[in-house]
């Protein structure tokens, strides 16, 4: 394998990358956008959707999936507005990041707060991913744990220890091992190729999910649940769950921190806000779709009985072959999903160290590797790009380990994330930029939409720790 250095400035080298990135690159069209949306989207949350609406029932469970629905489309709305500068439509200034849009619109104060809200975020979804994936990539390799278990029983006899580990732990460090060579695809337009991957097993998992639900109902000749939910041991735990449930929803739904990044791989014409919105309308509707059939399925075939990840309720039962590639098509989900978050976050790192550091040649220089029998393929890797990109997914799967507790985390992020940036943010930029008079129609609309969001937010947020808490004291 041949390794050739570019010796070319690196200052010269980091802004060709800039302009390669901002100008050239931009060829995305409506479907790559809804592709991306949908990668990012439709991932771990969706199989917690029949546990929330269990615990919320027939009439709340549907009400609060439309009604997060309703809000994050609002959202991407507004947010697509304000890609460019000061003129939506012919702003010279694109903004191809969320931060970097509430630092030009709101202040540098905002944009803090701002910055805070969104990396908790991005980290908490590496988190969120990564548990599940462990789970499901246990239920995969479980299949040839078995075939191996066997024949050390036929070697060793039937009261030999054949253990080849059950623990989750151990899939967290498979999955972070996979996601520390993935992370080295260098930025959102490089992965085109595994976000439509991505969709198309998302595609595949619910729909699998969902025909097996309605399998299950089938069998049983009837609907379970109630109008209520299901029940707790007490009103107080009740109301827990509730609110638990409420962040799992919140969760599922927004993709506003990652929307201006997919934004700017657009190509124009059209407009990019167009394309962007049709795009927005066209994934929102898609997976609230697929949000209300695997919610609803799965509530009426388990009831009561409903558990937090959807398909580990069918267990290994028949038909085992097919619940063994829906997890496998969870696994290669949760890989493209877990790059589509973790992207804004290595290219916030990586630009501050450039510019911070100019001149310093283990930050800004490339080398070319030149793959044996690929007829002249070269892959350019950076030193600086290798050690961030692995130190943040080793610190990822850490924290995954240590709080491996599927719902009470989904709950959290989707408390903590959802009403500033899905909400506040968006709704404070629209109105700076339409310079709307405090007290009018509009603006107490605006105002009204916000605090509603926020109350709902602070009653997850709530419900949520108080259930990681429990769990982990357990």
Same mark, same amino acid.
Request: proline share 4%; with cysteine.
């Given at each position: 394998?041949?390794?050739?250095?570019?010796?070319?400035?690196?200052?010269? &080298?980091?802004?060709?990358?800039?302009?390669?990135?901002?100008?050239?690159?931009?060829?995305?069209?409506?479907?790559?956008?809804?592709?991306?949306?949908?990668?990012?989207?439709?991932?771990?949350?969706?199989?917690? =959707?029949?546990?929330?609406?269990?615990?919320?029932?027939?009439?709340?469970?549907?009400?609060?999936?439309?009604?997060?629905?309703?809000?994050?489309?609002?959202?991407?709305?507004?947010?697509?507005?304000?890609?460019?500068?000061?003129?939506?439509?012919?702003?010279?200034? &694109?903004?191809?990041?969320?931060?970097?849009?509430?630092?030009?619109?709101?202040?540098?104060?905002?944009?803090?707060?701002?910055?805070?809200?969104?990396?908790?975020?991005?980290?908490?979804?590496?988190?969120?991913?990564?548990?599940?994936?462990?789970?499901?990539?246990?239920?995969?390799?479980? %299949?040839?744990?078995?075939?191996? &278990?066997?024949?050390?029983?036929?070697?060793?006899?039937?009261?030999?220890?054949?253990?080849?580990?059950?623990?989750?732990?151990?899939?967290?460090?498979?999955?972070?091992? =996979?996601?520390?060579?993935?992370?080295?695809?260098?930025?959102?337009?490089?992965?085109?190729?595994?976000?439509?991957?991505?969709?198309?097993?998302?595609?595949?998992?619910?729909?699998?999910?969902?025909?097996?639900?309605?399998?299950?109902?089938?069998?049983?000749?009837?609907?379970?649940?109630?109008?209520?939910?299901?029940?707790?041991?007490?009103?107080?735990?009740?109301?827990?769950?509730?609110?638990?449930?409420?962040?799992?929803?919140?969760?599922?739904?927004?993709?506003?921190?990652?929307?201006?990044?997919?934004?700017?791989?657009?190509?124009?014409?059209?407009?990019?806000?167009?394309?962007?919105?049709?795009?927005?309308?066209?994934?929102?509707?898609?997976?609230?779709?697929?949000?209300?059939?695997?919610?609803?399925?799965?509530?009426?075939?388990?009831?009561?009985?409903?558990?937090?990840?959807?398909?580990?309720?069918?267990?290994?039962?028949?038909?085992?072959?097919?619940?063994?590639?829906?997890?496998?098509?969870?696994?290669?989900?949760?890989?493209?999903?877990?790059?589509?978050?973790?992207?804004?976050?290595?290219?916030?790192?990586?630009?501050?160290?450039?510019?911070?550091?100019?001149?310093?040649?283990?930050?800004?220089?490339?080398?070319?590797?030149?793959?044996?029998?690929?007829?002249?393929?070269?892959?350019?890797?950076?030193?600086?790009?290798?050690?961030?990109?692995?130190?943040?997914?080793?610190?990822?799967?850490? %924290?995954?380990?240590?709080?491996?507790?599927?719902?009470?985390?989904?709950?959290?992020?989707?408390? %903590?994330?959802?009403?500033?940036?899905?909400?506040?943010?968006?709704?404070?930029?629209?109105?700076?930029?339409?310079?709307?008079?405090?007290?009018?129609?509009?603006?107490?609309? =605006?105002?009204?939409?916000?605090?509603?969001?926020?109350?709902?937010?602070?009653?997850?947020?709530?419900?949520?720790?108080?259930?990681?808490?429990?769990?982990?004291? &357990?």
């Amino acid at each position: 394998m041949d390794i050739k250095e570019n010796n070319e400035s690196p200052v010269l &080298r980091s802004t060709e990358l800039q302009l390669h990135d901002s100008v050239c690159a931009r060829t995305g069209t409506l479907w790559t956008a809804v592709a991306h949306i949908i990668t990012g989207v439709i991932g771990a949350g969706v199989l917690s =959707l029949a546990w929330a609406t269990a615990k919320l029932g027939w009439i709340g469970g549907p009400a609060a999936l439309i009604g997060f629905a309703g809000v994050t489309l609002v959202s991407a709305f507004l947010l697509s507005d304000c890609y460019l500068f000061p003129d939506p439509d012919n702003g010279p200034l &694109r903004l191809n990041s969320y931060s970097q849009a509430v630092k030009v619109y709101l202040g540098k104060k905002n944009q803090i707060v701002c910055g805070v809200c969104v990396y908790i975020s991005l980290v908490g979804v590496g988190v969120a991913y990564t548990i599940v994936t462990a789970t499901y990539l246990h239920k995969v390799i479980s %299949v040839i744990v078995a075939i191996f &278990r066997s024949n050390c029983y036929h070697r060793k006899g039937h009261y030999a220890t054949c253990s080849y580990g059950d623990k989750n732990n151990y899939f967290m460090l498979l999955f972070g091992v =996979l996601q520390i060579f993935m992370s080295q695809i260098p930025n959102f337009h490089n992965m085109l190729w595994l976000s439509v991957v991505a969709a198309v097993m998302s595609f595949a998992y619910s729909s699998i999910g969902l025909g097996l639900a309605f399998g299950q109902i089938i069998e049983n000749r009837q609907i379970e649940g109630s109008v209520k939910g299901s029940p707790a041991e007490n009103r107080g735990a009740k109301v827990w769950l509730v609110f638990q449930a409420l962040g799992n929803i919140a969760f599922s739904y927004p993709f506003s921190i990652i929307l201006l990044e997919i934004q700017d791989t657009l190509r124009s014409p059209p407009a990019e806000k167009q394309t962007m919105k049709k795009a927005s309308a066209a994934a929102v509707f898609i997976t609230t779709f697929f949000y209300l059939c695997c919610g609803c399925f799965g509530y009426a075939a388990f009831g009561d009985a409903t558990p937090g990840n959807l398909l580990t309720g069918f267990g290994f039962y028949e038909p085992f072959w097919l619940v063994d590639f829906a997890n496998a098509c969870i696994v290669l989900h949760l890989v493209g999903g877990y790059q589509v978050y973790s992207q804004p976050i290595f290219a916030a790192m990586e630009r501050v160290l450039t510019e911070r550091y100019p001149q310093n040649k283990l930050i800004t220089k490339f080398y070319g590797f030149k793959l044996p029998s690929s007829r002249g393929v070269t892959v350019t890797l950076s030193p600086m790009r290798l050690c961030l990109r692995t130190t943040y997914v080793v610190i990822i799967t850490g %924290v995954s380990i240590l709080f491996p507790y599927f719902n009470e985390v989904l709950g959290v992020l989707g408390a %903590v994330g959802f009403w500033p940036l899905a909400v506040y943010f968006p709704v404070e930029m629209c109105i700076l930029r339409k310079k709307i008079p405090v007290w009018t129609r509009k603006w107490l609309l =605006l105002r009204g939409f916000s605090f509603v969001c926020l109350l709902v937010s602070v009653l997850a947020l709530v419900g949520s720790i108080y259930g990681l808490v429990a769990a982990k004291l &357990r």
